[in-house]
C-alpha cells in the first residue's frame, strides 16, 4: 500500500534544485494572480444592522436586535449608499421595528475630504405608523448603524427633503 509521504518523498528526491526553484516561482506567480483576482472582484462584506424591539417589553430584553446582512460589492452605488438602502427596508423579522415606514427611500452622498456622510430622506419618512420607530429614535439608529459599519465617516447629516433635521458631529 502506498501512502502519501512516500509519493511526496519521491517527488522530493526526483527534482533537481533548478526545477525546485521554477516550480517555487509558478507557486508565487499562482498565489500572486489570485490575489489580484480576488481584489480586483471582492464580492462584498458582512455589515451588522441595528433595529429596535416592536414590543418594548417583550421577552427578549434586548435594547436592540442586531443582524448580519452581505452587502455585496456594486459598481454603481458606494458601500455606504448600498448599506443604507438595506437598512430603510427594516429587519428579516416581524418582531423588530423598521427605522422608518414602508416606502422611505434616501439618497446618500459622501464627502471623503469633509469626512461627511449626507442623506436626504424622502416624505415617506414623515410618515410614523405602529410598526415603525418615531423619527427621532430612527435618526438616532441610522446614525449607530453608520457609526459601527464605517469608522471613516466623521460627520452625518440627515435632511428630509432638503430640511436638516439631525446631524452628527465626532
Keep these: 500500500m502506498i501512502n502519501a509521504k512516500d509519493i511526496f518523498c519521491n517527488i522530493k528526491h526526483g527534482i533537481a534544485d533548478r526545477d525546485r526553484f521554477v ?10 494572480c ?7 472582484f471582492y464580492p462584498g462584506t458582512k ?9 418594548l417589553q417583550s421577552s427578549d430584553g434586548a435594547a436592540l436586535y442586531a443582524e448580519k446582512r452581505f ?4 459598481r454603481t452605488k458606494s458601500s455606504v449608499e448600498y ?8 429587519p428579516f423579522t416581524d418582531r423588530y421595528r423598521p427605522l ?3 416606502g422611505t427611500k434616501a439618497r446618500v452622498f459622501f464627502n471623503k475630504r469633509k469626512k461627511t456622510l449626507y442623506i436626504d430622506l424622502n416624505e415617506g419618512a414623515l410618515f410614523e405608523n405602529a410598526g415603525s420607530s418615531d423619527t ?18 466623521d460627520n452625518i447629516v440627515i435632511t428630509m427633503m432638503g430640511h436638516e433635521i439631525y446631524k452628527y458631529t465626532d
Aim: aromatic fraction near 16%.
Design 83 to 90: 448599506f443604507c438602502d438595506e437598512l430603510l427596508l427594516g
Design 23 to 32: 516550480f517555487s516561482g509558478i507557486m508565487l506567480a499562482f498565489f500572486f
Design 100 to 102: 422608518f415606514a414602508s
Design 71 to 74: 452587502i455585496p460589492r456594486s
Design 136 to 153: 427621532k429614535k430612527a435618526c438616532t439608529l441610522l446614525e449607530q448603524n453608520i457609526r459601527k459599519n464605517y469608522n471613516s465617516i
Design 34 to 40: 489570485s490575489l489580484i483576482l480576488y481584489v480586483i
Design 47 to 55: 455589515k451588522l444592522f441595528l433595529f429596535e424591539p416592536l414590543n
